[in-house]
């Protein structure tokens, strides 16, 4: 009787390891946004996408390096089960004073990490206005102050068209600050693909956002 109890418990610590293991393929994290779990049927796999908004400037990379971003992460998102039309990428970024030259706001190198981010969301709405995005509300970005600090957050569409054809592309745009920098953080999906729309948005919604981190702490000595 002994002997099946323990071979209980190990088949049972066996399908327990297997369970954590299969949770933890199935989490996203964009560094500096947070940890997310994935849709079913969809992952992140690090990755540039090329992407008809930024072919003009030359691609996503040439587009962001010109803003002198650091700390740069890209993802392409697949499905297991893909549509006729698949398609989709995250990218997350660091921003700081060079951004703030590059942008025409070097005036406020010196304002707190959080009026910086309101700089920053301020000059990305402008920026999907004028290109004609979609959205709900007064602006795309809001700003959000919770238990988790302060960020700001927005979901819009924009339509592109490439020989003719309409696309039509949904994107999650997150500014945050873990203390020290500022993240931007983006999500693009297909917006017709209404279901992955949609668990996008949980996901995103339900991420584990990053706790703020005190850089004097980490060099302070004992």
């Given at each position: ?16 390891m ?22 079913t049927?969809i ?50 970024h ?129």
């Amino acid at each position: 009787m002994k002997k099946l109890t323990l071979m209980g418990l190990v088949l049972a610590g066996t399908l327990l390891m297997g369970t954590q293991q299969g949770l933890a393929a199935q989490t996203f994290n964009l560094p500096g946004i947070g940890e997310m779990r994935e849709p079913t049927g969809i992952s992140f796999e690090p990755g540039v996408q090329k992407t008809l908004l930024f072919s003009e400037a030359g691609g996503i990379q040439k587009f962001f390096n010109s803003l002198r971003v650091t700390g740069s992460q890209y993802f392409t998102m697949t499905y297991s089960d893909p549509p006729d039309f698949s398609y989709g990428w995250a990218m997350s970024h660091r921003l700081g004073i060079p951004v703030l030259f590059e942008i025409g706001e070097f005036k406020h190198k010196d304002d707190s990490l959080e009026e910086q981010m309101a700089v920053y969301a301020d000059y990305i709405n402008r920026k999907i206005i004028e290109n004609g995005g979609k959205f709900s509300g007064v602006s795309p970005l809001k700003k959000i102050k919770d238990r988790s600090g302060t960020r700001w957050e927005g979901y819009f569409t924009l339509r592109s068209e490439e020989k003719g054809v309409p696309f039509h592309e949904a994107y999650w745009v997150i500014l945050q600050r873990d203390g020290y920098f500022v993240t931007l953080g983006i999500i693009n999906a297909d917006a017709d693909q209404k279901e992955a729309v949609r668990e996008i948005s949980r996901m995103v919604a339900e991420r584990k956002i990053p706790k703020n981190v005190n850089y004097a702490d980490i060099f302070r000595k004992e």
